[in-house]
């Protein structure tokens, strides 16, 4: 089956820096990637994601990038706030086994002012 | 609506105890899932309901039984629970399919088994 792995498993930056998650998986019948943003005791939530036909996807401060070739995917914010400072998780979706997500370990971002 | 609501909130239960979690979605979605989190970690996949029939179980122990009485709504049948099930339960939908695939997660049911 697929495999997500993530890195780094926390990442701390200054406010107004930039931030760069990167997943990598194992099966190249992946092609839907999202990224979700888990604050403490919340629910995860859909933050951007990208399917197999696109490389590249922006919204607003927040951009993902994927390289099909090498088999990972990225997730980039810039000009960071406090506010974004939550547990960000990748996942992918196989075109086969289209109704299961597997995800990353997870990235505990912390946004200091 | 893109919400995905799931009750109750919180849950403390005992060990011989019978309880059961709900969910409920109106976006259409016909896949719904149930997800077990536990502190730090990625949620883990524990049922696929597709189109009202499961077709994922991750060999979950027969203590956790699911439901999908209709299109909108997902139950989570606990019995006899051990506290190393105590976690946050996510449930999800999203479209079954290579086009909807977008899952969206309710807020959770946070469960204490004492």
């Known amino acids: 089956g697929e495999n997500v792995e993530q890195h780094p498993s926390t990442l701390s930056v200054q406010e107004g820096d930039s931030a760069v998650i990167k997943c990598t998986y194992s099966?190249?019948?992946?092609?839907?990637f999202p990224w979700y943003k888990q604050e403490l005791g919340k629910r995860p939530q859909l933050i951007i994601d990208i399917r197999s036909n696109v490389g590249e996807k922006k919204d607003q401060r927040i951009a993902v990038t994927l390289n099909k070739t090498a088999k990972h995917f990225s997730l980039h914010i810039t000009e960071t706030q406090p506010e974004d400072s939550a547990v960000y998780f990748c996942a992918a979706k196989s075109l086969y086994n289209f109704n299961k997500f597997y995800f990353g370990s997870g990235t505990k971002l912390n946004v200091k002012p | 609506d893109t919400e995905v609501t799931q009750t109750p909130k919180h849950l403390v239960m005992g060990m011989t105890n019978k309880k059961s979690l709900k969910c409920e979605q109106h976006?259409?979605?016909?896949?719904m899932y149930w997800y077990k989190q536990k502190a730090k970690k990625p949620p883990e996949l524990m049922f696929v309901?597709?189109?009202?029939?499961?077709?994922i179980n991750e060999s979950v122990p027969s203590r956790f039984s699911p439901e999908c009485p209709n299109s909108s709504l997902l139950n989570l049948h606990l019995h006899a629970l051990q506290p190393e099930d105590s976690a946050l339960y996510l449930c999800a939908s999203g479209g079954p399919g290579d086009f909807t695939d977008t899952q969206y997660f309710g807020p959770g049911t946070r469960l204490t088994v004492l």
């Open positions: 976006m259409g979605h016909r896949a």
């Open positions: 309901y597709s189109y009202e029939k499961l077709s």
């Open positions: 099966d190249s019948a992946s092609n839907y």
